[in-house]
């Protein structure tokens, strides 16, 4: 399984490095190295990528660990450090290292990108033609720039998608129907995404999705569409709900539970009428 994990937030993590020093100053036996590699290897996954190489040049027993390891993390301690490993003037580097994972199966992606960074083209066209993704976390800064999303996303691995601070753009006769064709998406996460330009009805369609969560909606004269006979989970939160119209191409009977959180219920009557109904078989809400 091959890992891939991209972040702009502060970390530190050198104490790996700094136990090997203090063993060579103080003339000990150097039992990290005498670890088996499984292990060596598996410390290594929770350094950022940049003292991982730093590794191979310890001694002759590291020399080749780090191109052993199955998740690669950028995790620099400043935006500025973010931008110099990501500049958008050679943003081509960023699309290899994307490139390079996706050629080996990569399975498991993580990218967060902060508001200091604009992108000259977007990551999800590039990532979309992965036959391997079975899970992808993209998230954008709320203060950022505008991402939009493909019309259609093509995940034909893909079971756990969450999208924060995207975009997303009508399909056809103002309705943005983006996941139709990942057929095996078991969890979709929407974190504060909208509709733009004339999209108006958002629509989410997939037979296998059993989990749905969408959070701080910013969809308000918008309308969500379910076609996910096999959901059994749903999650709504933000500051307001029922402002949008929620309705259903099938029958949701083997819904299990519906959980709704908002710092507000004012909504119309009509509206909240069109939520029970679709819920008509839920078993618990709350």
Known sequence: MYYLNITTQSFLCNE????????????????????????????????EAEDVVRTC???KRWKDLCKRLPILTYIPSSAQSFKNFYSWEGE??????????LSHNLQHLKIYINRSIKPKSEL??????????????????????????????QFPALRTLHLECVNFV??????????????????????????????????????ALSNLT??????????????????SHFTM???????????????????QQVKMH????????????????VFCHLASCY
């Not at 088996?36 to 350094?47: A, E």
């Not at 969408?214 to 959901?231: E, G, K, M, R």
């Not at 939160?237 to 819904?255: A, D, E, M, P, V």
């Not at 004012?266 to 109904?277: E, N, P, R």
């Open 16 to 47: 790996l490095r700094r136990e090997l020093k203090r063993q060579l100053r103080e003339n000990k036996r150097n039992r990290i190295s005498e670890l088996p590699d499984c292990l060596l290897v598996h410390i290594l996954s929770f350094l």
């Open 57 to 59: 040049i310890l001694s």
């Open 92 to 101: 081509e580097d960023l699309y290899k290292l994307v490139q390079y994972a």
């Open 124 to 153: 999800l066209p590039l990532i979309s033609t992965s036959h391997s993704l079975t899970f992808l976390k993209l998230s954008y800064s709320r203060h950022g720039w505008v991402v939009v999303c493909p019309k259609s996303l």
């Open 170 to 207: 009508a399909t056809h006769h103002h309705y943005a129907d983006p996941f139709s064709n990942c057929h095996e998406l078991n969890t979709l996460v929407l974190d504060d995404c909208k509709l733009i330009e004339d999209a108006q009805v958002l629509c989410i369609s997939s037979y």
């Open 214 to 231: 969408i959070s701080y909606v910013a969809l308000a004269a918008h309308q969500f569409s379910l076609s996910t006979p096999n959901l």
């Open 237 to 255: 939160s933000g500051r307001s709900i029922f402002h949008q119209l929620l309705f259903s191409t099938c029958n949701l009977s083997f819904l």
């Open 262 to 277: 908002g710092l507000s219920y004012d909504g119309k009557t009509s509206i909240f009428l069109t939520w029970l109904q």
